[in-house]
């Protein structure tokens, strides 16, 4: 069983960087690969960025290339996604995810969820 808690979300004007964290317990949490994903109101959930158990792959969304980057700290038991460049399409409510898969940018795959953290771009 992993739980996963988000935070670090907020307002930030166009152009700015937030620093999104996801705080994990449960003791194989090294185990699993974790993803970023959001969802935008009225718009369905999308995969952002992530990261393999080890931290040695990492994959992005189109939208995110450049811009975001997701790191892990198995030690920690975090994973972190940087955003830099922020746009105003890049609001909404940003999870991370657990999934037991060494790659996958399927919700689907994903077994466990964080409760979401809202990040709005005005601009």
């Known amino acids: 069983q992993v739980q996963l808690v988000e935070s670090g979300g907020g307002l930030v004007q166009a152009g700015g960087s937030l620093r999104l964290s996801c705080a994990a317990s449960?003791?194989?949490?090294?185990?699993?690969?974790v993803g970023w994903f959001r969802q935008a109101p009225g718009k369905e959930r999308e995969f952002v960025a992530g990261?393999?158990?080890?931290?040695?792959?990492?994959y992005d969304a189109d939208s995110a290339k450049g811009r975001f980057t997701i790191s892990r700290d198995n030690a920690k038991n975090t994973v972190t996604l940087q955003m830099n460049s922020l746009k105003p399409e890049d609001t909404g409510i940003y999870y991370c995810?657990?999934?037991?898969?060494?790659?996958?940018?399927?919700?689907?795959?994903?077994?466990?969820w964080g409760q979401g953290t809202l990040v709005t771009v005005s601009s």
């Open positions: 990261i393999s158990w080890s931290g040695s792959l990492t």
């Open positions: 449960g003791r194989t949490f090294s185990s699993y690969a």
């Open positions: 995810a657990a999934t037991t898969k060494g790659y996958s940018t399927l919700r689907y795959d994903y077994v466990y």
